[in-house]
C-alpha cells in the first residue's frame, strides 16, 4: 500500500512515512489553538475516564465560542497538553480532534504550501 496520501482539491500530497522521523511538529512549537467540538468534548472525556466537566477544566480554554487543547510550554515551545514526548506520539490518539486528523489538508493551507512545508516535512508535491 502506497504512503502517500492525496486529497482532491490540494496541490500537494502527504509521505506518513515522514512521522516516525519528525518528532512531532504539527503538535508541538508555536503555540496554537487546537479546537474540539462537543462531541470530541464528550468523546475525549469517555476515553479518559473523566467527566466532561473536569476534562474541560483540567485541559481546555475558550477562545471566542470555541473550546481549545491547553499547550505546555517545553523550553522555548509549547506542546499540546496531550502530546507523549515519551513515545512521540499523541495520547489521546484514538479520539484525536478532527482538527488533529485532517492535518495537513487544511483549507487554511490551499494557499499557503510553503508555510505548511516548513512545519510538516512530510508534505510533497503531488
Ligand atoms: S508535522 Fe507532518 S510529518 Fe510531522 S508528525 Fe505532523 S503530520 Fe507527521
Ligand atoms: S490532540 Fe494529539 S494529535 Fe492533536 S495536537 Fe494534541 S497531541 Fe497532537
Redesign the pocket.
Known amino acids: 500500500m502506497s504512503n502517500i496520501i492525496k486529497k482532491e482539491g490540494f496541490g500537494y500530497s502527504f509521505d506518513a512515512r515522514a512521522c516516525s522521523a519528525c518528532q512531532?511538529k504539527?503538535?508541538t512549537g508555536e503555540s496554537g489553538y487546537?479546537y474540539v467540538n462537543a462531541a470530541e468534548i464528550e468523546s475525549i472525556s469517555d476515553f479518559l475516564g473523566l467527566s466532561v466537566n473536569d476534562f474541560t477544566q483540567n485541559y481546555l480554554f475558550k477562545n471566542g465560542y470555541k473550546y481549545s487543547?491547553k499547550e505546555r510550554k517545553f523550553n522555548d515551545s509549547h506542546e499540546?497538553a496531550?502530546?507523549d514526548r515519551t513515545s512521540n506520539g499523541?495520547?489521546?490518539?484514538e479520539v484525536?480532534?478532527t482538527q488533529?486528523r485532517t492535518f495537513p489538508f487544511w483549507d487554511y493551507f490551499k494557499t499557503r504550501v510553503d508555510e505548511l512545508k516548513l512545519e510538516c516535512p512530510g508534505v510533497v508535491d503531488v
Open positions: 512531532a504539527c503538535c487546537i487543547i499540546c496531550f502530546y499523541c495520547a489521546i490518539y484525536r480532534p488533529c
